[in-house]
């Protein structure tokens, strides 16, 4: 496969998600791989985002196909075999510990994974609670794939594109998990406003 073409990829300017403004810093002009990616904070909230970025679109392509080669090549590794696999079963031995210490915090019922790559943290907390109902959100095609081969039913796609689609009229989860992939996000308000809306009544975000 083909390195992504950052370069030539459609970019839009942003306002801030969180408070609606657009007065900002800027804190950096690139990304730690060197491509241009200018990095601003917002001047009424904090909230740290890239503006100019790319468009959902381009997000979609990205995330679908090359983020974890880009990933990879970023860091100078190599594209080891069994990759997948072991993303996997380290996410499982999360979830299962996971499970352990919010147990009481996690309650029967529908469960979304935001970002749950290959299903893992999904397999091990439903290894330990039975009687969780598990549902994945994740746009890599590959890692999507993997999920849905374990039994985790998966919406392949972005957060955003399955709010308007399997998400839209989604109630009553009993839990909600993000775990490091908030700043993947495009409209983290919109996720927390869609995560206090899905959520049944004392129901948890994690």
């Known amino acids: 496969m083909n390195?992504?073409?950052?370069?030539?990829?459609?970019?839009?300017?942003?306002?801030?998600?969180?408070?609606?403004?657009?007065?900002?810093?800027?804190?950096?002009?690139k990304s730690s791989n060197r491509l241009g990616?200018?990095?601003?904070?917002?001047?009424?909230?904090?909230?740290?985002?890239?503006?100019?970025?790319?468009?959902?679109?381009e997000y979609d392509n990205y995330y679908k196909h090359f983020y974890r080669q880009d990933r990879k090549i970023s860091k100078g590794q190599t594209d080891p075999a069994g990759e997948v696999?072991?993303?996997?079963?380290?996410?499982?031995?999360?979830?299962?510990?996971?499970?352990?210490?919010?147990?009481?915090?996690?309650?029967?019922?529908?469960?979304?994974?935001?970002?749950?790559?290959?299903?893992?943290?999904?397999?091990g907390l439903k290894e330990v609670l039975p009687d969780l109902e598990v549902l994945g959100v994740e746009p890599s095609l590959e890692e999507s794939a993997f999920s849905e081969s374990q039994g985790i039913k998966t919406y392949a796609g972005l957060f955003e594109n399955f709010t308007k689609e399997a998400g839209k009229n989604l109630s009553e989860a009993s839990n909600i998990l993000c775990v490091r992939r908030l700043n993947h996000l495009l409209d983290p308000k919109a996720f927390f406003q869609w995560s206090y809306n899905c959520l049944a009544e004392g129901a948890h975000l994690i």
Not at 5 to 17: H, L, Q, R, T
Not at 37 to 57: D, F, H, Q, W
Request: one cysteine or more; hydrophobic letters at 35%; aromatic letters at 12%.
């Open 37 to 57: 990616a200018r990095s601003v904070i917002c001047k009424i909230c904090g909230l740290i985002y890239i503006n100019p970025r790319m468009t959902g679109e």
């Open 85 to 123: 696999e072991s993303n996997f079963e380290g996410a499982r031995k999360f979830g299962n510990a996971l499970a352990r210490k919010l147990s009481k915090f996690l309650k029967p019922g529908l469960t979304v994974d935001v970002g749950s790559s290959t299903g893992g943290t999904l397999y």
């Open 3 to 29: 390195a992504f073409d950052y370069p030539g990829a459609k970019s839009e300017y942003v306002f801030c998600s969180l408070c609606g403004r657009n007065k900002f810093w800027v804190l950096a002009e």
